[in-house]
């Protein structure tokens, strides 16, 4: 085992679901201790610093907020030496300002899941520099317990990416709120319509996810010449409106990441 002690600096949502992924695959939570100033208690029996460890860790998960790399990184700076990797969630900070912050680090990672990883449903983009053989594995290892490992071999990818694969849920969330607000307008009973809604998604992505077939031709598959599903999806079709407005969204949350990756080049 690579990592065998991992310090998790910051706690919010996205690291309580990686922790919550990890323990559910089986990961002794006795791996992972937590830095965090205001925490009175870590979960799961996880060793909690309120002040900076005085001691060595083989991998350190950098998961605070995007704009606190700078504050923050002179003080864990000195944690992060020549037998300890950086891994890090946080969006818009590129490998070469990572490594401008942590220049002694034993090779950094870049990894974005999405809150799915709490469930190990987590499609993770990970992208590497400076990693050996052992520690790109073992990143792949953990990774994969949280879902999937992406292994971008282009940095520039990483923004479009993450707009699909670690926003993309909340563009599906908004679409079945719109879809159930749809049903509520034409009569159903809004909380009767928010069911309905999220059973679909859920049985129509387990299918999607299992089935040879790729969403496309799935999506003709259920609708049949002339029948009701068709007349819907001749809406959505129409002058390529649905896909037209999904690139617009992946494209503002894409180049948002390119202006966050300017901001931390800046700042380093």
Known sequence: MVFEKILIVGFGTMAQAMVKGWLAAGIEASRFAIYHPRLTEAPHGMTLHNRWPQEDFDAVLLAVKPQALSAIASELEPLVGPDTALISVLAGAE????????????GIVRIMPNLACALGKSPNALVEAGLDAAQREEIGIL??????AEWLADETQFDLVTALAGSGPAFVYRFIDALAAAGAQLGLDRAQADRLAVAMVEGASCLAAASTHSPGDLANLVASPG????????????DHALEEILEQCLRATRDRG?????AARDQG
């Not at 990774?143 to 999937?148: D, N, P, V």
């Not at 390119?258 to 300017?262: P, S």
């Open 227 to 238: 029948g009701m599903t068709r007349k819907g999806l001749d809406v959505l079709d129409h």
């Open 143 to 148: 990774a994969k317990a949280l879902g999937s």
């Open 95 to 106: 490998l070469a300002s990572l490594g401008n912050h942590f220049p002694r680090a034993a």
């Open 258 to 262: 390119a202006e966050m990756a300017k």
